[in-house]
């Protein structure tokens, strides 16, 4: 009965052995794969024989222990180490870390896995992979202003090279100093042109009713034709020449000119329109005066007007004429300064605006200043975006400013119209103060709003969050990686390939975001490597080794008491 019970504890401890040098060898083979969590053999004893039950003490002996003889050993569990295994940088944007608890997801042939090895490739669909094994790696996706949406999980897009982005300006900022020491506006340029009569005569003064082609001269030349095309060119404002613009006498427009007008209050709205004249302040604007045109411009010597002669041509490719004369009798005066920004609308094609902020007056409680805005680039005739005031104190602090919202059209383009803009003037990147100074500044320091722009590069961040980073230097997130927690790991069952599937032992998993439920942090740019310790397998190993060894030793000696009971018989 001895011998036999030697022969099958030793060989179930040689099997144990075995299977001891197989964990190890496992996680030998595997120390260069990525992620790999190392596994131990824990074993137990199988059962024990109790040849003598034990005794309790008495009053006049003592107690006795039991006698028990092993019957062997058995595998009662192999236990998986997953602590994190140390990170290594790669610099690939595509690969990632959990450093601390959490899976990866994927989605693999409409099944989810999960993996904690995070080198992940864009396939050609710009869809984030697992390349080993196909499975597509999950996370929130974005909204069409780029707002993650938390509450669904799905496949991670990054369209590199093919995602555009243009976004339209909501805001400008500015900041500078308006010089307070200069002088108050109190005019306006005025230039008048040639009387005209709606006779050939020279008796009835021309009114704003009459048609253009029944105009005349002092001297009794018509002064216009239905069809004639007078163009407006060189006319100045301030430092800045004004674009060129055309208007078509008669009803209808056949030259593809800026505008047409049977009337003479038609080509008045368009003089007004097109030199960027805002009549709703003061006595601005283009009027009739005893049949002469009078151009009465806005105040600040960025906003002086110089019309003269030259500048209005009829039938300028045929027979140019110059239909009127003008006369210059007052200039715009006053402490003014002029600035050109750049706003782009929804298709991100940019637009020219011109800001010029003039001092209108001063007293004991500061200074009042208004600023114009104009835009080349709004797309009727008229170049006027709005106007508004600003306000300082005695310490040439802004104290309100009204009115500061202007509107855009752009009609016509397939952007989005009418488009505002806010100016603000007193905001953390810098505000406009009025101070004594030599002369007056201002520049757009900040905006919103970008021109088209393509996905170049991406980064993740610590929450998962990718960011994606365009050609016009914008950055919009495009995604989040999630990741799983379980609240046994350790019960997870490995399929291969580094994937893992659920189990009763593991439960469900809990999907969440990067650093939160108690799961680790995402590196961006690195690989986890093997948590398997090499000098412990190897010490392992010697152990598994040597107890083979002694077990195979216990086969041997009882091999030869069988033989010398055997001899003995004999």
Known sequence: MGLTTSLYTSLSGMNASSQAISVAGNNIANVNTTAFKSSRADFQTQVSETIRVGSAPTATSGGTNPSQVGLGVQLGSITRNFNDGSLQPTGVNTEMAVEGDGFFVLSLNGSTRYTRDGSFKLDRDSNLVAPRNGGLVQGNGVDDNFNLITGTVGNINIPLGTLTIAERTHNVNFAGNLNANGIAAANGSVIT?????????????????????????????????????????????????????????????????????????????????????????????????????????????????????????????????????????????????????????????????????????????????????????DTDVNRVLGNGTLAFDTNGQLISAGNNTVVVDRAGTGAFTPQSISLNFNNPSGALSALTDVTSQIAATSKDGTSIGTLQDFSVSSDGTISGVFSNSEIRTLGRVVVAKFANPAGLIETGNNLYNVSNASGDAAVVAPGTAGTGRIIGGALELSNVDLSQEFINLISASTGFTANSRVLTTSDRLIQELLSTLR
Do not use: C
Not at 204 to 227: E, I, K, M, Y
Not at 283 to 312: C, E, F, H, Q, R
């Open 193 to 377: 042109s040639g009387q005209m009569f709606s006779d050939a005569g020279g008796t009835t003064p021309a009114v704003a009713g009459d048609n253009l082609a029944s105009l005349f001269n002092s001297t009794g030349g018509q002064l216009f034709n239905d069809g004639d095309v007078l163009t407006l060119t060189g006319i100045t404002k301030g430092s800045a020449t004004l674009p060129d613009h055309t208007f078509q006498v008669g009803a209808a427009n056949t030259t593809s000119s800026d505008a047409n007008g049977s009337t003479l209050q038609d080509f008045m709205t368009f003089l007004q329109s097109v030199m960027g004249i805002d009549a709703t302040v003061g006595s601005a604007g283009v009027t009739l005066n005893s049949g002469s045109l009078v151009v009465t411009g806005n105040t600040g010597s960025v906003n002086d007007l110089v019309l003269d002669d030259g500048n209005i041509i009829r039938n300028q490719s045929t027979t140019p004429t110059l239909p009127m004369t003008f006369s210059k009798s007052q200039s715009s005066d006053g402490e003014s300064v002029r600035t050109t920004f750049v706003a782009f609308d929804s298709l991100g094609t940019p637009m020219n605006l011109d800001l010029s902020v003039v001092l209108e007056s001063k007293d004991n409680t500061g200074t009042s200043w208004r600023f114009y805005a104009q835009s080349e680039d």
